[in-house]
């Protein structure tokens, strides 16, 4: 068996190719490709409402049932539970507005085909045509 050596500077590489019926081509706009790289924030944002919810429904359930010595760690307990269901509600309505960005991208990239193509077995005119009728014709200048 003869092994396949590297192409040189001065040769192409050999190309194989199976013929195909069709191929999509979709074009993107410079702020879609960047989404689609960086990935949505929503993931993110539910990550840290959960964490907040299960930090606050610890605290408050602790602050509801332990006896504190100390009126200052009582309220530390309170202002954690509070401000951990406020923060988690808000992260949670920010995940929910946008959950659905990357989707949305690649629908709307996927639209831009239409996905029914018209065949048609005539040669595509490359000339145009005459105008059947005088309104038709482009006007003098």
Same mark, same amino acid.
Request: hydrophobic share 40%; net charge neutral.
């Given at each position: 068996?003869?092994?396949?050596?590297?192409?040189?500077?001065?040769?192409?590489?050999?190309?194989? *190719?199976?013929?195909? =019926? &069709?191929?999509?081509?979709?074009?993107?706009?410079? $702020?879609?490709?960047?989404?689609?790289?960086?990935?949505?924030?929503?993931?993110?944002?539910?990550?840290?409402?959960? +964490?907040?919810?299960?930090?606050?429904?610890?605290?408050?359930?602790?602050?509801?049932?332990?006896? +504190?010595? !100390? =009126?200052?760690?009582?309220?530390?307990?309170? +202002?954690?539970?509070?401000?951990?269901?406020?923060?988690?509600?808000?992260?949670?309505?920010? !995940?929910?507005?946008?959950?659905?960005?990357? &989707?949305?991208?690649?629908?709307?990239? *996927?639209?831009?085909?239409?996905?029914?193509?018209?065949?048609?077995? =005539?040669?595509? $005119?490359? $000339?145009?045509?005459? %105008?059947?009728? =005088?309104?038709?014709? %482009?006007?003098?200048?």
């Amino acid at each position: 068996m003869v092994e396949p050596r590297p192409p040189t500077n001065n040769e192409k590489p050999l190309i194989k *190719r199976g013929r195909v =019926d &069709s191929v999509n081509l979709y074009e993107i706009k410079e $702020e879609e490709l960047e989404l689609l790289e960086k990935g949505s924030p929503a993931s993110v944002q539910l990550g840290f409402a959960i +964490f907040l919810f299960s930090s606050a429904v610890t605290c408050i359930a602790a602050w509801a049932t332990a006896d +504190f010595k !100390w =009126d200052i760690v009582e309220n530390i307990f309170a +202002f954690i539970g509070i401000g951990g269901i406020i923060s988690g509600v808000y992260l949670l309505v920010i !995940w929910w507005r946008t959950r659905k960005s990357i &989707s949305r991208v690649v629908l709307t990239i *996927r639209k831009r085909i239409d996905p029914d193509p018209i065949r048609t077995s =005539d040669p595509v $005119e490359l $000339e145009p045509k005459e %105008p059947k009728n =005088d309104y038709d014709k %482009p006007s003098p200048v």
